[in-house]
């Protein structure tokens, strides 16, 4: 099994609705992370937490909402779908904040 | 605002050539400068990494050059393989300040080595 754990793998949604991606990790890391990927803009940073009771935004948070159910357990929430949210998204975890072990990532398309 | 800009964006090699991508920060706080390289399907996996006290770290054909006065660092890869071929993302954080604890990443770059 891997280490850090993304589902779904692929989503197509339509504006406007609601959508959960999923992240959980074996590593027993209490640092985890959500980024997205576009092309030529790298991976950007939407929110981090350092455990379960600390949520800290990221640099592109608006329109995303996060959930730490559990050490392992990290979700993203978009609330309400628009079209330029269709991206790649990572989770990551880490130990210390240096090395960070990322998930397979989901690829969203929002229509 | 970009913290770490990386060039780059593609790069196209020979089998047995040395690319060479570069990356360029502001914030002298920073501490950490891994490299990620990232397959398609597949998350980004770390490569190598490097601190400000050292001005170079070879890992096998990976070599991180780092140039702290510039702020500058880069990756070069030594005799080049078609299985390197692959997206390379370099980043940076800090051990405090606003970036404690969260990597920033520069923009990739696409390398593709050709038979």
């Known amino acids: 099994d891997a280490d850090v754990t993304q589902t779904p793998r692929n989503r197509i949604t339509k504006t406007g609705k609601r959508i959960m991606l999923e992240c959980s990790q074996t590593?027993?890391?209490?640092?985890m992370y959500w980024y997205r990927q576009d092309p030529g803009l790298g991976l950007r940073l939407i929110y981090y937490?350092?455990?379960?009771?600390?949520?800290n935004k990221g640099e592109i948070s608006d329109g995303y909402s996060v959930s730490r159910q559990a050490q392992a357990k990290f979700s993203l929430s978009l609330e309400s779908a628009i079209p330029n949210q269709t991206a790649l998204y990572f989770c990551?975890?880490?130990?210390?904040?240096?090395?960070?072990?990322f998930g397979s990532g989901t690829r969203l398309t929002v229509v | 605002q970009q913290q770490v800009k990386q060039s780059p964006q593609s790069l196209i090699v020979q089998k047995g050539g040395i690319p060479i991508i570069n990356c360029a920060y502001e914030n002298t706080a920073f501490d950490y400068f891994p490299w990620y390289q990232q397959f398609p399907g597949k998350g980004p996996a770390l490569l190598i990494a490097i601190r400000p006290d050292v001005s170079e770290k070879k890992e096998g054909r990976f070599t991180i050059s780092f140039n702290k006065s510039a702020k500058q660092f880069s990756l070069h890869i030594m005799d080049s393989q078609p299985g390197d071929s692959a997206t390379y993302f370099c980043a940076a954080t800090a051990a405090g300040g606003t970036s404690y604890g969260k990597l920033t990443f520069g923009q990739g770059t696409i390398l593709t080595v050709h038979p």
């Open positions: 937490s350092f455990d379960v009771k600390d949520i």
């Open positions: 990551a975890t880490s130990r210390s904040g240096y090395g960070y072990t």
């Open positions: 590593k027993g890391h209490d640092r």
